[in-house]
């Protein structure tokens, strides 16, 4: 069964805290926060006060996904923050090695993501030194985009990886995601279903979060 991570970028910000109570009695194991500087990707979403005001009303696990050229800057506020796990593009820095190493200097847990035109390849050389990889399953920059199937290849191919050298880092999807392709996606390796517009934009939000884990059973 997959794990699931809730993106509020399609949450209600004027009822935020209701929305991220929601998930979390819905035993969501992540809470995925979409951190977008407007240079890496068009849009702009929110900084490290807002992950700060999020860990003062919840427990739940931070996976913060930073779509930001030169996130280097942004790591010690992010993990000052209270972030749990931080995610920084391979495509988005010249020291990816060292980014991730200052992650795990500030006690967090490192994600190295890649976009749906990045090979596997890229991130071969920091496999080594992650607690999570992020694949990314549509391009990045917005909520509700239509998933890219090419993607599958790419989680299936750094799934083999993971089994033959031992590691056990987790392999999260992000963009796209439902209860129809999380299903190849989870066949592939994926461990954790990052979902916005699926889970939130609906009444029930936690019958859809079943869903995901009923497909992946
Ligand atoms: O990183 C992201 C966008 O860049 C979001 O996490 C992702 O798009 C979630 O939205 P949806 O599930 O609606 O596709
Ligand atoms: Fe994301």
Known sequence: MIKVAPSILSADYMNLEKDIKLVDQAGAEELHIDVMDGTFVP??????????????????????????QNPE???????EAGADNIGVHV????????????????GKDAEVVINPGTPVEMIKPVLHMVD???????????????????????????DAIKKANGYDF????????NNETVVDCYKAGATVAVAGSYVYNTEDPLTRIQALRDATK
Do not use: C, W
């Not at 020291?95 to 500030?106: C, D, E, F, T, V």
């Not at 987790?170 to 995601?177: N, T």
């Open 170 to 177: 987790d392999i999260e999807i992000d963009g796209g995601i």
């Open 132 to 158: 999570q990889v992020l694949v990314m399953t549509v391009n990045p920059g917005f909520g509700g985009q239509k998933f890219l199937p090419e993607t599958v290849a790419k989680i299936a191919e750094l």
């Open 73 to 79: 800057h942004l790591i010690p506020a992010m993990a």
């Open 91 to 106: 495509e988005a820095t010249p020291h990816i090695h060292r980014a991730l190493q200052l992650i795990k200097n500030a």
């Open 43 to 68: 849009s702009i979403s929110y900084g490290p006060g807002f992950v700060k005001a999020i860990r003062q009303i919840t427990d739940m696990y931070l996976d913060v996904h930073m779509m930001v």
